[in-house]
């Protein structure tokens, strides 16, 4: 069980985000929303738990804000995953080593795991990531290079992968 947990709901150039960490890591994000409520309420329950403080934050609002303005930007954050599943981090560990400006498909990580019919599995497991962007799921595509499914729409997902320089169709 975490014994503090912290969150923040910032500003982006592509909307307001919500960023919730223990002193393990990070827990969950949120992807840009139209208001700060919404992204507020995108956190879950947790936050009723929590402190209100940007202080642990600020680099990652910074990088944030700078990523959404078509800076480069990596987050090597330290996650705290302790709430997912084996198969689960595996997935969203082996995600995040897709850099920035690249894509995989959900193939590729289910063979880098040792699970090499589990491409389905796989999408399953990233449409339940918490942390989006952090861990990049927007960069998977499907074995035909079509963009797949994601959480935050299709939409979402292009112009992730057009701030990263990546054309879709």
């Keep these: 069980m975490v014994e503090?947990?912290?969150?923040?709901v910032f500003g982006t150039p592509q909307g307001w985000m919500g960023v919730l960490g223990s002193p393990a890591g990070l827990i969950r994000c949120t992807l840009p929303q139209y208001?700060?409520?919404?992204a507020l309420q995108n956190l879950g329950?947790?936050?009723?738990k929590a402190n209100r403080t940007a202080e642990p934050f600020k680099d990652l609002i910074a990088r944030f804000q700078a990523y959404f303005s078509g800076d480069k930007v990596d987050f090597p954050d330290k996650l705290d995953l302790s709430q997912a599943t084996?198969?689960?981090?595996s997935v969203w560990e082996t995600t995040q080593a897709i850099p920035y400006g690249a894509?995989?498909?959900?193939?590729?990580?289910?063979?880098r795991i040792n699970k090499p019919g589990a491409a389905r599995a796989v999408g399953q497991a990233l449409g339940q990531n918490p942390l989006p962007i952090i861990v990049p799921c927007h960069r998977v595509?499907?074995?035909?290079g079509r963009l797949g499914g994601f959480t935050g729409g299709l939409d979402m997902k292009r112009l992730l992968l057009k701030i990263e320089g990546i054309d879709t169709f």
Excluded: P
């Excluded at 084996?86 to 981090?89: A, G, M």
């Design 86 to 89: 084996e198969f689960q981090r």
């Design 45 to 48: 329950d947790d936050i009723k």
């Design 103 to 111: 894509t995989q498909t959900y193939h590729w990580i289910a063979s």
């Design 35 to 38: 208001s700060s409520n919404v």
């Design 141 to 144: 595509l499907a074995a035909n």
């Design 4 to 8: 503090r947990m912290d969150y923040i």
